[in-house]
């Protein structure tokens, strides 16, 4: 997050991805998918102001 800057005004962005039962799999379920398990409500940080949301998604959303 300490390098998402633009010296410019450009909007900057984050995504995170990751795999179930791999390293960090624990911080991400407890910062993104508890606090809105059913997903698509963006949550806002209380002490930054920072949003983000939890998109679900499964390999058979993938069109092949």
């Known amino acids: ?3 998402l800057r633009s010296a ?3 909007k ?3 995504r995170a991805t990751g795999n179930p ?3 960090g ?3 991400v379920k407890a910062r ?3 606090p809105a398990p059913q997903g698509w409500q963006v949550i806002t940080d ?3 102001g920072l949003q983000r ?3 679900p998604s499964r390999l058979a959303d993938i069109a092949f």
Do not use: K, L, Q, S
């Open 12 to 14: 900057v962005g984050f």
């Open 25 to 27: 799999h624990a911080w």
């Open 32 to 34: 993104y998918i508890d």
């Open 8 to 10: 410019r005004g450009v």
């Open 21 to 23: 039962g791999g390293p």
């Open 53 to 55: 949301v939890y998109i």
């Open 1 to 3: 997050m300490a390098t």
């Open 46 to 48: 209380p002490d930054t």
